[in-house]
């Protein structure tokens, strides 16, 4: 029988492993931060600052990390329209020790058009040759070859247009993609347009990256996709789609081409099957005062943040916790404090017993612990203010946090 002694310096041992995971977080305001997370126990942990650095862009947004290279991609929002300067694509190396302050260190960069909100790597023999970028108001995707380097030009640039303002002309005035990432496949991508209520499929040519437009997949109108995600659910694959304007998910069945003799389908497609509000069964669409945000399954829970809700009082909005059937369909289980306000990004550690929750106005980073049977989250583990703050209204703050691992 173990000892007690030995029991114990198991579970310090446990806990420094576990102090070992990083995190990445960026700030509007021009900061990239690596993050240091250590665990005094299960439910205390202190989070600290180890780089604060200023070479990410003007207002850096979003960050793609690539774990089997550790290369994380930076995706900046500047845009000349809005007199912030051109906007910027970089590339970093993330070290395996980041109590360094050089564990982040910059490989290739270059100037883009700007208003980039979101960044994925696609294509090639290793999934990875090629990265895309959504840019939100000029209603444009476009691509980038790999490695960046400071002589790096765009690849291909594909504009959307649309006939008419959408039902919530305030936030449906053009197109606007919101973000694109790859199918389980790798042969599609997927881009999710807010503004047109649409998701956009395209099919990647892996030698060139060039991609091929498939029939865009009309979601309910107001609904506003902005991100999503594939999960099995079964033998069937379903397609979740998270829906800023309208406040839902949308759960999508999802059919492969046909390549039988004789068939000329070659495009991934979509149906609607189930839209649920992120507050509940009862509670209808569009809210006009809230937008969610992100959206994470782990294990048989999905997951979205709230914005503006307010639902735990000042400051404090939340995140939706929906359990996955076995037949990939939704069902409501709670509202859960998301800790800030202005939730726009939040992640799962891989194993999936903490998530991170960037609340953007409120400008902190919540390490918050999750119970893997249930599928609740709480209680809050520690909490990181990233200053400067974000401003009412402003949606400026903290834009990105990540777990590396």
């Known amino acids: 029988m173990a000892s007690v002694k ?95 302050k050089d564990a982040l260190t910059l490989t290739g960069s270059t100037d883009t058009e700007g208003n980039s909100v979101h960044g994925f790597t696609y294509g090639g023999p290793d999934g990875r040759s090629f990265i895309i970028t959504s840019e939100y108001s000029p209603s444009t995707i476009t691509t980038y070859k790999l490695p960046i380097t400071s002589s790096t030009k765009a690849l291909q640039k594909i504009e959307f247009t649309m006939a008419a303002p959408g039902p919530r002309p305030d936030r449906q005035d053009r197109p606007h993609p919101h973000s694109a990432f790859t199918d389980p496949t790798g042969d599609f991508l997927i881009v999710p ?20 437009a498939c029939p865009a997949i009309a979601s309910l109108p107001g609904d506003g996709p902005r991100h999503g995600l594939f999960r099995k659910a079964g033998r069937a694959l379903k397609y979740y789609s998270l829906n800023e304007v309208s406040s839902s998910v949308g759960v999508y069945d999802v059919t492969y081409p046909d390549h039988s003799y004789g068939s000329n389908e070659s495009c991934l497609s979509l149906k609607l099957t189930q839209t649920l509000s992120n507050y509940g069964p009862n509670v209808p669409l569009g809210n006009v005062t809230v937008k969610s945000a992100e959206i994470r399954t782990v294990g048989n829970f999905l997951y979205a943040s709230n914005r503006n809700d307010t639902t735990f009082g000042f400051e404090q909005d939340s995140i939706a916790i929906f359990k996955i059937g076995t037949d990939g369909k939704l069902q409501f289980q709670e509202l859960t404090n998301a800790h800030g306000y202005y ?6 550690n891989e194993a999936g017993t903490y998530a991170a929750i960037a609340g953007q106005t409120t400008a902190n980073i919540a390490i918050v612990k999750r119970d893997a049977k249930t599928g609740k989250l709480g209680p809050l583990v520690t909490n990181l203010v990233l200053p400067p703050r974000g401003t009412y209204g402003g949606e400026d703050g903290v834009s990105n946090v990540i777990w590396v691992e």
């Open 193 to 212: 347009d807010l503004g047109a209520d649409l998701t956009r499929i395209f099919k990647i040519n892996q030698k060139t990256g060039e991609l091929t």
């Open 6 to 100: 030995s029991v114990a310096l198991l579970s310090l041992s446990l806990l420094s492993q576990a102090s070992a995971v990083k995190l990445l977080a960026l700030n509007f305001a021009g900061q990239f931060y690596s993050l240091d997370l250590a665990f005094q126990s299960s439910t205390k942990a202190s989070l600290k600052v180890v780089q604060n650095i200023t070479a990410c862009g003007v207002t850096p947004t979003w960050l793609h990390l690539d774990e089997e290279t550790r290369t994380v991609y930076c995706i900046d929002e500047s845009w000349l329209n809005e007199g912030l300067g051109s906007g910027n694509l970089s590339q970093w190396s993330v070290g395996p020790d980041f109590s360094k």
């Open 343 to 348: 939730p726009r990004s939040f992640s799962f």
